[in-house]
């Protein structure tokens, strides 16, 4: 069966058919990360470029290892390695890469619409990998993957996303892919770390009362504070955050018996988490996220570049 989209840019272009799609695919094609030979020629031949203009670990190496897992011949590009630091255009960049006669850009840029840009340029397939404050979709998606491998249905999921809700590229995926699923959503944070109109988020509840709510979660979703983006002293010091929003040992009585905790990483010890929570063996999914991360690219992979073909 074709997959009917060609590029990953904003996870509200995909209905809950598409991903729905994305995640059994990934389901289907974990079994390869449990052989002892992880590699498969699915996608032998064809060709992916890592645009990373911005840090990465998680992404960058799971999508790396989706490429190697599935056959793609990968070319790493990006940061102080490309001509833009010597002036060079993203657009000329782009038609550069063109002249490979490449099949797919995964690109993760400071600047929100990168992306976008980019797929007005180029004849392949472009994924968004994390660009400035605006959407995350893979991240998205491996969420949306480690909670249903736990919940197993999303209808009339109560999810609470709890931080810096206002700088957060995750939510701007999160959000709505949880929306389009059929999930209520409640966002939690001070007022200084939430957008000016957080209406425009889309979560059906907004508050700044973590204790109030947390009760109803059967997800908690704890975000980073993203202090490479921050300006000025949005609160009055780590340790008051931790107090009022942080996920702590103190605070599990609170939690519904079979809830789980969720973070995008890399995890701020300390901060929004203890290491009671952060470690918790039946809570916490931290790390099945990472592992989702692989099985969830390299489903991307294989529907945008026509695998299912």
């Known amino acids: 069966m074709a997959f009917e989209h060609k590029h990953l840019i904003d996870i509200n272009e995909y209905s809950d058919t598409d991903i729905m799609t994305i995640l059994e695919t990934a389901k289907t094609l974990s079994e390869i990360n449990q052989r002892k030979i992880k590699k498969v020629p699915t996608l032998k031949g064809l060709t992916v470029v890592n645009m990373f203009n911005e840090p990465s670990t998680r992404t960058r190496?799971?999508?790396?290892?989706?490429?190697?897992?599935?056959?793609?011949?990968?070319?790493?590009?990006?940061?102080?390695?490309?001509?833009?630091?010597?002036?060079?255009?993203?657009?000329?960049?782009?038609?550069?890469?063109n002249a490979y006669k490449i099949d797919m850009i995964i690109v993760r840029d400071k600047h929100a619409g990168a992306p976008r840009i980019i797929s007005e340029h180029t004849p392949a397939s472009v994924v968004d990998a994390g660009d400035g404050k605006h959407q995350h979709p893979t991240q998205a998606l491996l969420d949306l993957y480690t909670i249903w491998e736990h919940k197993h249905d999303f209808n009339g999921l109560k999810v609470g996303i709890v931080g810096d809700i206002g700088h957060s590229r995750v939510c701007g995926s999160l959000i709505p892919a949880l929306k389009i699923m059929g999930a209520e959503v409640t966002v939690v944070g001070?007022?200084?770390?939430?957008?000016?109109?957080?209406?425009?988020?889309?979560?059906?509840?907004?508050?700044?009362?973590?204790?109030?709510?947390?009760?109803?979660?059967?997800?908690?979703?704890?975000?980073?504070?993203?202090?490479?983006?921050?300006?000025?002293?949005?609160?009055?010091?780590?340790?008051?955050?931790?107090e009022l929003f942080g996920l702590t040992k103190k605070r599990e009585h609170l939690m519904r018996p079979d809830a789980i905790v969720c973070h995008p990483g890399p995890i701020n010890r300390g901060v929004e988490f203890d290491s009671y929570m952060a470690d918790h063996p039946e809570r916490s999914v931290i790390l099945e996220q990472v592992y989702a991360g692989i099985c969830v690219r390299m489903a991307v992979l294989y529907l945008l570049l026509g695998g299912a073909e």
Request: aromatic share 8%; charged share 25%.
């Open 61 to 97: 190496s799971s999508f790396e290892l989706a490429e190697k897992r599935l056959s793609c011949d990968s070319l790493n590009f990006g940061g102080s390695s490309t001509s833009s630091v010597k002036g060079e255009s993203l657009i000329d960049t782009v038609e550069t890469l």
């Open 190 to 242: 001070p007022a200084t770390l939430m957008p000016a109109c957080p209406e425009v988020l889309g979560a059906d509840h907004v508050t700044p009362y973590l204790d109030d709510v947390l009760p109803e979660f059967d997800v908690v979703y704890m975000l980073r504070i993203q202090r490479e983006r921050l300006e000025g002293a949005p609160f009055p010091s780590l340790r008051e955050y931790h």
